[in-house]
């Protein structure tokens, strides 16, 4: 099965045609005023029209009320809600039941407590998103280019469906897929040149190294 890649983040036509054409499987715009991916709904929903059909259009939101969302899902259509801040389960359901839409609920992981968390959420979210806590000091829930401990997900039933995200770049995914074994992957400032800059080569070296697969160590004395 191959890897699905979601590309966030995205601000620029030539960026959303340019991770549809590597293969990206979901493009994910930004609606939260502090990131300097953010973008206006209108136009997200003008970019968003170069990857309908052929990716998944992602709304990331941040305790977006109603209101918010309501602007966001109809100048956007996207196909799925991205719910990034302190989204209870019951405003998960909520959410789902108002706009009929698949819900991947983002949860910040530092340590095998964090990983509890997806209890309450289990048969309300579609998807989980597994991110690395914000550093200090950060106004971003995401998009901090940090990762945590991938061998934490050793821990997850597997059948929790779920991206891998935080920090992952084409240096690093190799690794983490190995460790983890994720059919789905998330990146953003693993692949941009400045914050909210994307690279459209350091775009097309991950998806490289997402097609090489998991990272295979070499054991000690098995050869040159
Ligand atoms: O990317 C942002 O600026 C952002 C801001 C607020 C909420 C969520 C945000 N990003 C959501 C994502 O899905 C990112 O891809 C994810 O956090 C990983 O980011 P990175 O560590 O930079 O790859």
Known sequence: MTTEVKICGLKTVGAVERAVELGATHTGFIFFEKSPRNIEPDDAGRLAE???GKAKIVAVTVDADNDFLDEIVSALSPDMLQLHGSESPERVLNVKAVYGLPVIKALSIRDADDLKRIEPYIGIADRFLFDAKPPKGSELPGGNGVSFDWQLLGALDESVDYMLSGGLNAENIG??????????VDTSSGVESAPGV????????????????PLQRIAPGSGT
């Open 198 to 213: 994307k690279d459209l080569k350091r775009m097309q070296e991950f998806f490289e190294a997402v097609a090489r697969g």
């Open 175 to 184: 690794e983490a897929l190995a460790l983890t074994g994720a059919q789905a």
């Open 50 to 52: 170069h990857a309908r």
